[in-house]
């Protein structure tokens, strides 16, 4: 998973409580992306960081935030999780550090593991 | 593992046939795609991109042919294993903007 982990990889977590999900990179990669993934619908993009304290808002950010304070870790937090956030997210890394063999740009993004989380 | 989807299109072929999945995409604007593959429990994992001023690309055993008049992605999987069950799906975009994904192919390998 081009030296990118995430954690928890599993969470179980009751409606109201807060939840913070840590992806960790090794490669030095500048964007960090995080998404959640639901049947019946590609990846969504919740945010994204273009570097250290700089983030912005995808396309389902609503009841999400994130901060990343080092250039290796990118948190996404649930203050109050609600059911509709039962999901499996998947942090992505990219950047102009050189394309991976066989592609043709930098932008392709290397995902994580996954973590699920289930909101009761 | 995580599981992907249970609604998505599923394609079922014979070991050692070739495999054609399709997507169609959104935006007329879109200049770079990709074809991901995701297998049960893990993260999606490239297999090969294109850009818009090419209409076709060849990989180790993958063609992607991309047809802009029509918005229309294909990934051709020569000789299939059983080792490429999984769900594929595109992504579209634009050079250091974010990539719009699709749902996504279940593909069935059956021996």
């Known amino acids: 998973d081009a030296g990118i982990t995430q954690s928890p990889r599993h969470k179980v977590t009751e409606t109201g409580t807060p939840v913070t999900l840590r992806c960790h990179q090794t490669?030095?990669?500048?964007?960090m992306y995080w998404y959640r993934q639901d049947p019946g619908h590609g990846l969504r993009l919740i945010h994204y960081s273009y570097g250290v304290k700089d983030t912005d808002k995808g396309e389902v950010s609503d009841g999400y935030s994130v901060s990343r304070s080092k250039t290796e870790d990118f948190l996404l937090t649930l203050e109050s999780a609600t059911s509709s956030q039962t999901s499996v997210y998947f942090c992505?890394?990219?950047?102009?550090?050189?394309?991976?063999?066989?592609?043709?740009?930098?932008?392709?993004?290397?995902f994580g593991p996954g973590t699920r989380l289930t909101v009761t | 593992g995580e599981s992907v989807g249970l609604h998505l299109p599923t394609l079922s072929v014979q070991e050692g046939d070739n495999s054609i999945i399709n997507c169609a995409y959104s935006n007329s604007a879109s200049d770079y795609f990709i074809w991901y593959k995701q297998e049960s429990g893990k993260g999606p994992q490239f297999i090969i991109d294109?850009?818009?001023?090419?209409d076709k690309r060849q990989g180790q055993r993958v063609t992607v042919l991309l047809n802009k008049t029509v918005k229309h992605l294909s990934l051709q999987i020569a000789a299939t294993q059983p080792g490429d069950s999984a769900v594929y799906f595109c992504?579209?975009?634009?050079?250091?903007?974010?990539?719009?994904f699709g749902p996504g192919t279940r593909l069935s390998v059956l021996p």
């Open positions: 294109i850009r818009s001023n090419m």
């Open positions: 490669e030095n990669h500048r964007y």
């Open positions: 992504a579209e975009g634009n050079y250091g903007q974010n990539f719009v």
């Open positions: 992505a890394i990219s950047g102009p550090t050189g394309p991976i063999a066989g592609a043709l740009s930098s932008y392709e993004q290397y």
